[in-house]
Nanobody
Framework: QVQLVESGGGLVQAGGSLRLSCAASGLTFSDYNMGWFRQAPGKEREFVASISGRGDTTTYQDFAKGRFTISRDNAKSAVFLQMSTVKPEDTAVYYC???????????WGQGTQVTVSS
């Protein structure tokens, strides 16, 4: 079965950096577009960034542009989210997800907590 396992979350000070990882198994990884989402307490889950199967196309939510970078390593079936210049409002549970174009995201990880202190 498909599994997505996030790691790399934790406590970081405002202005710092953090790198999230998501290890995938049970799927032909390079066929899937991968995305990162986040959900803060009391808020709806929101899109952060996505990357195409070959890694040649990326999309970012406005708040992530210039601060976050999504990348992938198809040889390792992994996707990453490099977070820089983090802010307290970036505090959330971060999830990775996988989808086959043109369908919706079908597979989700369990999430990793990111807490940014001011």
């Amino acid at each position: 079965q498909v599994q997505l396992v996030e790691s790399g979350g934790g406590l970081v000070q405002a202005g710092g950096s953090l790198r999230l990882s998501c290890a995938a198994s049970g799927l032909t990884f390079s066929d899937y577009n991968m995305g990162w989402f986040r959900q803060a307490p009391g808020k709806e889950r929101e899109f952060v960034a996505s990357i195409s199967g070959r890694g040649d196309t990326t999309t970012y939510q406005d708040f992530a542009k210039g601060r976050f970078t999504i990348s992938r390593d198809n040889a390792k079936s992994a996707v990453f989210l490099q977070m820089s210049t983090v802010k307290p409002e970036d505090t959330a549970v971060y999830y990775c997800a996988a989808r086959l174009s043109p369908y919706q995201y079908r597979y989700w990880g369990q999430g990793t907590q990111v807490t940014v202190s001011s």
